[in-house]
């Protein structure tokens, strides 16, 4: 009875395989396309994906492309375990509208686990055109409020460096006071998560940090390398 109950369970677990990689697929894809403003329901991701993503790569810490590497495919929870120097940077180009944004993967550490997202910077790769965010375990009510709406949203416009071009990234701020201030770097962080709240800061810092040198290579803003 064990071994025919343990088979079933095996066949049942590889037959799902399949199923369980396109939803795991279409979610990111829909991850991705929400930064840029882009709704869409999962059934309809890949197409519109496919249409407004017009380019994928991944690139090393000097901001250089790798044709070894399918920019789609690279797992940050693995790349983040290995050296800066050997790790794979996914980014994803997107026209909307004849709009250019470029979007970044993001992964770091919440309170209890594993926090992660996607941010997509406006063509001056300066300023945050959107933001998505999910958690593996964060408290309800709590940390785990990342994922809303009204959090993701004060993320839109700010900017990730100062006047001279140097990088800053955006603080969730406890007890902030800048209002509806985009120039500052900050967003109110949410009340009683503070290190939900510095994980969601650290990780937009030491993501972005390492696309520096490909947007400095690629486009004509000013990047200030610190």
Do not use: C
Not at 1 to 10: C, I, K, N, P, W
Not at 23 to 40: A, D, H, R, S
Not at 123 to 142: C, R, Y
Not at 151 to 167: A, P
């Amino acid at each position: 009875m064990v071994a025919v109950v343990a088979s079933a369970l095996a066949f049942a677990a590889t037959n799902l395989q399949p199923a369980q990689a396109k939803n795991v697929k279409e979610e990111k894809m829909q991850n991705i396309l929400t930064t840029v403003g882009i709704e869409t329901t999962r059934d309809s991701a890949e197409a519109l994906f496919n249409e407004y993503i017009v380019e994928q790569v991944a690139l090393n810490n000097q901001g250089e492309e790798r044709t070894d590497v399918d920019a789609f495919t690279v797992d940050l929870k693995k790349e983040l375990k290995r050296p800066v120097e050997e790790q794979a940077f996914p980014l994803y180009v997107a026209d909307v509208e004849g709009a250019k944004y470029y979007i970044v993967p993001l992964r770091g550490k919440g309170l209890w686990d594993a926090i992660w997202g996607y941010v997509a910077l406006k063509d001056d790769v300066n300023t945050i055109k959107g933001a998505v965010f999910d958690h593996k375990g964060e408290t309800p009510g709590l940390g785990a409020e990342i994922t809303q709406g009204w959090f993701k949203k004060r993320f839109d416009d700010e900017k990730i460096m100062d006047e001279s071009g140097n990088f800053i990234g955006v603080s969730v701020a406890k007890g902030y006071q800048g209002g509806d201030n985009k120039d500052d770097n900050a967003v109110d962080a949410i009340a009683g998560a503070t290190i939900t709240g510095d994980g969601v800061t650290d990780m937009i810092s030491e993501r972005l940090k390492n696309y520096l040198p490909y947007f400095k290579q690629k486009t004509n803003v000013k990047v200030a390398m610190q």
